[in-house]
């Protein structure tokens, strides 16, 4: 997504000025989008959400699936339009983005300056004729800020998943026009051992604020089937039963 992110400074950014975002082309090779705990309600309406293990974190990462192969986003038409009514965070925040200060316990708002959508044209200048930060800067700041905090609730949430042994392997077939496509390479809930979980657990899941994501994850997982028919030229934005109609 990113070809050059770089900090943002008032002096080598003073005269820099930000465009809304007309078109999602940045994001249209992306078959896979990660997500936060947060956003899984509205994801879960839309996309199969799944786990991917990142053994150098040793870590498990919830993504939406966007695509059945690589290099492939089912939900993007021709005209650049994002085709479905929950867009990511992860891709509503570009071109901005946060990174880590080296030997540091913070973060820096970093822009691509590669981005189509960043120029000293047209747009939203990010500085004032002072050298202030306009609101741009602090709407982005806060924006930025409140996903670093649903990342660390996400990451505790996967933790506990891992740590209670709720991981399992995927392994689905699904027919994608004429096609039969393998889904695997990452994890999702295992149902059974969720249910066999003691009262004592189900209630501390319950106070962590997890059931619901936990829920919205495994109704989710219906969703691969929607991925299948946009194979077939079925509309993203249509339910299942809809497209099953328009199938007969």
């Not at 939406?64 to 492939?72: I, P, R, S, T, V």
């Not at 822009?111 to 960043?118: A, F, N, P, Q």
């Not at 120029?119 to 939203?124: H, I």
């Amino acid at each position: 997504m990113f070809t050059k992110l770089t900090p943002i400074n008032k002096e080598q950014h003073a005269n820099l000025k930000v465009k809304a975002i007309e078109s999602f082309d940045f994001a249209s090779k992306f078959h896979i989008a990660s997500v936060m705990v947060h956003e899984f309600v509205k994801a879960a309406s839309v996309y199969p959400i799944v786990f991917l293990e990142d053994k150098s974190q040793d870590e498990f990462k919830p993504v939406a699936l966007l695509g059945l192969d690589e290099n492939e986003n089912l939900f993007i038409g021709e005209d650049g339009k994002w085709q479905a009514p929950y867009i990511p965070a992860i891709i509503r925040r570009y071109p901005f983005a946060l990174a880590k200060n080296p030997d540091q316990d913070n973060f820096t708002v970093c822009i691509d300056e590669d981005s189509k959508y960043v120029g000293t044209e047209d747009g939203q200048p990010l500085f004032n004729d002072q050298g202030e930060p306009t609101e741009v800067i602090e709407n982005v700041k806060r924006y930025l800020g409140e996903l670093q905090q649903m990342e660390e609730f996400t990451k505790a949430f996967c933790h506990f998943l891992t740590e209670n042994n709720l991981f399992t392997s995927l392994n689905m077939r699904v027919k994608a026009a004429d096609q039969i496509k393998n889904v695997t390479g990452c994890y999702v809930i295992n149902e059974e051992r969720l249910n066999n979980l003691s009262d004592k657990k189900f209630l501390e899941i319950k106070e962590k604020g997890y059931l619901a994501p936990l829920y919205s994850h495994l109704t989710s997982l219906y969703q691969i089937e929607r991925l299948a028919l946009l194979k077939q030229g079925i509309s993203a934005v249509e339910t299942p039963q809809q497209a099953k109609n328009s199938l007969q």
